[in-house]
């Protein structure tokens, strides 16, 4: 998956914190600003949307493995970017065993779910340059 | 010594006493550190770009092969570079690069800008698809490439470059991804028929790849360094790829319509698209920008966070990325 919010932070303040030889300025200087720019207005559209993304998604997925006699997985143990996604990959981890099986059974309803959810997610982890 | 002193001391070694003069990195790909420089030898200036290999690479490339695809389309048409010394191990600059002449006078155009060349869309995309085929179309013998790289049988193209980019994401991989492997998977379960031809492929063929003078005219084709033998649609495949193109545009890269893409290069290449081979690389495609954005991110953590643009393409692309590949693979239907 893609870096979380507080990665996108952390290595922010490290790029504008970390000195450029004298030839990185210029055209490559205001490129990285404007770089930076756009990775702040992304980290805001992440820090409205992205705890209730994570959240949903980690119910969506576990309502689906419910459904399709999935193994269980343990339950979200805090509302962290972190505790979110260490559930996250539980999760995905078993969905991608779950789909596996449902190709190799042929069970194309489970599969047509399963690529309805993905859908889902991706469009739940949207982000807009520009706004949003 | 700054590094303008060490290129200098390098090409007064191996030519003339030259002085290096306004050194500037310049954004030039993730893969490679590129510098815009000016030459001056016994008065006489001449601009230049050197590509020297990052502490860190986003992409392990062959850059003696990068330097040899560029020499193989010297004057054939294509609006390649001028490439003039390679240093695999680094010389003066420590770290391995080469050197070609400087094309002034051109720009790149975003892939997420809004109608990004104008009136001169048709002209651009003329081009950019013609350049594309005639790049299909050179034929392999005698190309320096072949120096680097020898040519895949034609049923071997599409499992090499699986087999690397499903690798890259198992080697770089830090959160599961379903999506991308579904993808994979159904690439394996259906092959492509075998290339029509093995032919150079650029690798890295899309907007914001090339120079043009903001009059309707391609410049220079650049970032060469993912080129490779291989199927040609893998490059029309990634060219055409969602993720280069405005959503609310349905052109290409808002150049032409698909269909008239499509005309251009097969009118160029001479060769006809089998649509089931170009579905086959469309999705892989989208796999293989996956990969690269999944390496982005792995970059950006080993390397101490210090380029922006591993973020972003770690970040943002990435998920839409996943929103190209969920939508191709509902639209594939189960399997």
Known sequence: MTPALPDILTGQAVALMTPLPPEAGGDYLAGRVGLLAMLAGLAAQEAERGLAARVWENGAIRALLAEAGGPPVEADEGLTWSALDAANARLRRVLIAVHEGAEERGDRTLQAEILELYQQMAAARRLVLGGG | ?335
Not at chain 2, 5 to 30: F, H, Q
Not at chain 2, 55 to 65: K, M
Not at chain 2, 91 to 109: K, N, S, Y
Not at chain 2, 283 to 302: C, M, P, Y
Request: aromatic share 10%.
């Open chain 2, 1 to 335: 010594m700054t590094l303008a002193e060490r290129l200098a001391a390098y090409l007064t070694r191996t030519g003339a006493p030259t002085t290096v003069e306004n050194l500037a990195r310049i954004s030039g790909g993730a893969s490679r550190e590129t510098y815009r420089y000016d030459a001056v030898v016994d008065d006489v200036r001449a601009g230049f770009i050197l590509r020297r290999d990052p502490p860190g690479s986003l992409i392990e490339t062959d850059r003696r092969a990068e330097f040899l695809a560029i020499r193989s389309f010297a004057g054939k048409g294509v609006a390649a570079p001028e490439v003039i010394a390679l240093e695999e191990d680094g010389a003066e600059l420590e770290r391995p690069f080469f050197i070609m002449r400087r094309v002034d006078g051109g720009m790149t155009a975003s892939p997420f800008a809004p109608d990004p060349f104008g009136p001169h869309a048709g002209a651009i995309g003329d081009q950019f698809f013609s350049f594309m085929g005639r790049i299909t179309a050179e034929p392999l013998d005698g190309l320096p490439i072949l120096e680097a790289l020898a040519p895949p049988a034609p049923d071997a193209c599409w499992r090499r470059e699986l087999d690397y980019w499903a690798g890259v994401i198992d080697a770089d991989e830090q959160h599961p991804q379903p999506i991308v492997r579904a993808a994979i998977r159904r690439l394996r379960r259906h092959p492509p028929p075998p290339a029509a031809r093995v032919s150079v492929v650029h690798g890295d063929y899309r907007t914001g790849n090339f120079l043009h003078d903001g009059a309707g005219r391609i410049v220079a084709v650049l970032d060469w360094e993912m080129a490779h033998l291989g199927d040609p649609l893998e490059d029309l495949a990634w060219a055409m790829d969602p993720l280069w193109s405005n959503p609310a545009d349905p052109r290409i890269s808002g150049m032409v319509a698909r269909d008239e893409a499509l005309a251009i290069w097969s009118r160029t290449s001479s060769l006809e698209i089998d649509p089931d081979a170009l579905a086959w690389w469309s999705l892989f495609a989208s796999v293989k920008g996956q990969a690269i954005w999944t390496s982005s991110a792995k970059e950006w953590r080993d390397g101490g966070f210090t380029e922006p643009i591993l973020a972003f393409s770690g970040w943002y692309t990435a998920r839409r990325q996943d929103e190209i590949l969920a939508e191709r693979l509902a639209a594939m239907g189960p399997l």
